[in-house]
């Protein structure tokens, strides 16, 4: 089992930044793959970035490349998202995830945060 929980959302005008945390614990090992999601009202949860733990591969969704940027701690088993030149369509919940590996598509990650609000005003 891993717990993940994530920190770092709130409310932040267009043009301004924020970072996320997912801190992570448990049998961690098992899960090479770390990922964030988000999910706005009435939409599909959508793929924001991934890393892999050990060989630091990283993915980005095509809406955040360029603004955001992912990272991890491996020593504190804690992943970031710095999102920077934020824009109101990028509101909403976000949710960091962990898998085998760094997969683009939600349905392969086994383990889930809480989520955290993100929402940027014009």
């Known amino acids: 089992q891993v717990h993940l929980v994530e920190s770092g959302g709130g409310l932040v005008q267009a043009g301004g930044s924020l970072r996320l945390s997912c801190a992570a614990s448990g049998r961690t090992s098992r899960s090479d793959g770390m990922g964030w999601f988000r999910q706005a009202p009435g939409k599909e949860r959508q793929f924001v970035a991934a890393i892999s733990w050990s060989r630091g591969s990283i993915y980005y969704g095509d809406s955040v490349k360029g603004r955001f940027t992912i990272s991890r701690d491996n020593p504190k088993n804690t992943m970031y998202l710095q999102m920077n030149n934020l824009k109101p369509e990028d509101t909403a919940v976000y949710y960091c995830?962990?898998?085998?590996?760094?997969?683009?598509?939600?349905?392969?990650?086994?383990?889930w945060g809480q989520g955290t609000q993100v929402t940027v005003s014009s």
């Open positions: 995830a962990a898998s085998r590996y760094p997969y683009t598509n939600y349905v392969l990650y086994d383990y």
